[in-house]
């Protein structure tokens, strides 16, 4: 037994997204991993239930990523693309731009390159903008996101998203504003897939059009469905609505898919899967199978050819990272993309979701649960929260599924699952039996 409890060594690394004191004074520790499994320090197994933080797409250890990856830090390990170029970088732009989403006379095939999905929204509302800008329409410089939306963490990317406790303490940009969030527990409680009522929420970017005036609107952003903030499903027609709506007032249509890329639903991307297609799309996590860190923004043509103006030798848009297009995680995403098609993973969930979605609701009847909602590979269980401890059910639930061999993540009292789409039936019998009890167990 390793017994790290409140150790020096824990001291140095301030921790993202965790109550650190809390943690380092019981802390859980993995140590390896492979396939659907973590082993703790302690050599005990853990069935990941949740693809690392919905990013292992493919399930650990891949050999073929590893081994892509050491090849390329050992022919370049790193070279700037701010004017110069390296050959994987478009080799990997062109292998994304051939599954790219297309409809409605788009095709997403243009690629930008940055470092994390936060690093991606931020760059999709600079694309937004100075696109708005290069056709003749500055005036539209103000962002729109949704309530209960998670968009990272960077100042775009929060300004537009709607999670209080990552937005209170910090400045926001001018002018960003929100729709409605579309979970309505109380008509579409326990809906499979789908829910059938909140469709016409999507007006509410009629009424910001209303209230802003669109001419003053770059973009609006949301997840197709959104995930960090408690899996919430779009109901029915909600998303061609929107859509809709976007396209009449000249507003931008943003998909961030940095969860539902690469294969989460059944179809290699959200936008496919419900037969939306907007403007731009935010990836990153499943595009390198969480290997290297890396996003990428998928434009459409028509938004790359609308910056591809002025004077030949003039930079068309000032942004771009260090990292943009580092040659290690192009290796890694290509590796990503090869087993992705050998494995036919990107609609493998679409083949899974039936049995997932009956293993997922008959935890309908454990102690507290008030809702389940379940699309493709992922699902969310909403227990009911202790009074004045919202998020402590679920974090006990959390804690315990751990000690068990489990991982699930929590937000608030939302239970989210996201197991890698290699997931077997009996694995996901597994992690339903582990949690049922788990739930059952949390007083
Ligand atoms: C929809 C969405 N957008 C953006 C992000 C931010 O990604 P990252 O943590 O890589 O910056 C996340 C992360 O969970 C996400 O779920």
Redesign the pocket.
Known sequence: MTDLTNSPKLDSFWMPFTANRQFKSAPRMLATAEGMYYTDVDGNSVLDGTAG??CVNAGHGRKQIASAVEKQLSTMDFAPTFQMGHNIAFDFATRLGEIAPRGDGKILDRVFFTG??????DTALKIAIAYQRAIGQGTRTRVIGRER??????FG?ISVGGLVNNRRVFPLLPGADHLRHTHDLEKNAFSKGQPEHGAELADDLERMVALHGAETIAAVIV?PL???TGVLVPPKGYLERLAAIAKKHGILLIF?????GFGRLGSPFASDYFGVTPDLI?T??GLTNGAI?M?AVFASRHIYDGLMHGPEGAIELFHGYTYSGHPAACAAGIATLDIYAEEGLLTRAAELADDWQEAIHSLKSAKNVIDIRTLGLVAGIELSSRDGAVGARAYDVFTDCFRKGLLIRVTGDVIALSPPLIVSKEEIGKIVSILGDAINRAS
């Open positions: 933080l919905w994390s999905g936060s690093e991606s929204v939306g998670y968009h990272g963490v960077g990317g997840e959104a995930g960090s961030d898919e940095v969860i539902t935010t990153a996590k860190p996003g």
